[in-house]
């Protein structure tokens, strides 16, 4: 390889690594370890293409409820309370570190979990 395409390869490589660098592995949690999620800010994607934010309220037997403060459609998912199906629910994106508690500049982590079901 030429030296001079190595400052090159260099940021390519950095740029691709970059954006995982402050992401969380994935996790698996159980439908029984779910209530340990309770009163933390999640993103959950919909089974019909949309998604909602906000805070998981309670975990039922069958269904996880959550105080949605955002939607991708509001006319079908507005704020307020909503009972997401345990069949639907397959993954959702936890939120950390809310914005009050970070140092300017950093990044939001998100970690990602699968449900298994």
Aim: proline share 9%; glycine share 8%; net charge positive.
């Amino acid at each position: 390889m030429s030296l001079r395409l190595l400052p090159l390869v260099a940021v390519a490589l950095l740029l691709c690594i970059a954006p995982s660098a402050g992401a969380d592995p994935p996790q698996r949690l159980t439908w029984e370890e779910l209530p340990q999620l309770v009163g933390k800010h999640v993103s959950i994607p919909l089974y019909n293409g949309g998604a909602v934010a906000g805070k998981i309220l309670e975990v039922q037997g069958d269904a996880l409820l959550i105080d949605v403060s955002k939607s991708t459609d509001p006319v079908a998912y507005p704020k307020g309370p909503l009972r997401v199906p345990r069949a639907t629910l397959h993954v959702l994106e936890l939120h950390g570190n809310a914005f009050k508690h970070r140092v300017a500049g950093t990044p939001n982590r998100r970690t990602t979990i699968h449900i298994i079901h």
